[in-house]
């Protein structure tokens, strides 16, 4: 089962010219971000630098909806590059320009382009919680064991 809902886009001046987010398979799970640097103004990233790298696009979520910002997984796996703060959320109400943190965790200079793909965005229902004051949890085998409790195999 799958739902559709509809985003408002709007598309800022320096995102003129660049293809809205699409999904680049009927069964992809994100839609891709682009570049919207400068033409001919590229941003390269030395290694551990990070950039916040505009889209050109501000949206309009529906209520009870977020976009999560996440990194491509070939640029991750071919050249060391992702997104800081990863997932990323942009919250309903939001209304600025969309921009994604990448940060260069290779030893490489990695330059970033206008137009380039640089992200993914996928777009959630948010449960929002209501806190249960209690003066105890109930008990599981578990317990308080934590960071590593469970071991690596």
Same mark, same amino acid.
């Given at each position: 089962m799958s739902a559709t809902v #509809?985003? =408002?886009?709007?598309? !800022?001046? *320096?995102g003129e010219g660049l293809p809205l987010p699409k %999904?680049?398979?009927?069964?992809?799970?994100?839609?891709?971000? %682009?570049?919207?640097l400068p033409e001919g103004e590229p941003v390269t990233l030395r290694s551990l630098e990070r950039a916040m790298i505009p889209t050109g696009l501000a949206i309009a979520l529906p209520h009870? *909806? =977020?976009?999560?910002?996440?990194?491509?997984?070939? !640029?991750?796996?071919?050249? @060391? !590059?992702?997104?800081l703060n990863t997932p990323g959320t942009i919250d309903a109400d939001y209304r600025g320009e969309v921009k994604v943190i990448l940060v260069n965790l290779s030893? =490489?200079?990695?330059?970033?382009?206008?137009?380039?793909?640089i992200a993914q965005m996928i777009i959630a229902p948010v449960t929002q919680g209501q806190w249960a004051e #209690?003066? =105890? !949890? @109930?008990k599981t085998e578990r317990g308080e064991g934590g960071f590593g409790s469970t071991g690596v195999k």
């Open positions: #509809v985003i =408002e886009v709007k598309r !800022l001046p *320096h %999904y680049e398979t009927s069964d992809s799970a994100g839609m891709d971000l %682009y570049a919207a009870r *909806h =977020e976009a999560q910002i996440r990194p491509r997984s070939g !640029l991750a796996a071919k050249f @060391g !590059l992702t997104c030893t =490489e200079p990695f330059t970033i382009e206008r137009g380039m793909r #209690v003066a =105890e !949890l @109930g």
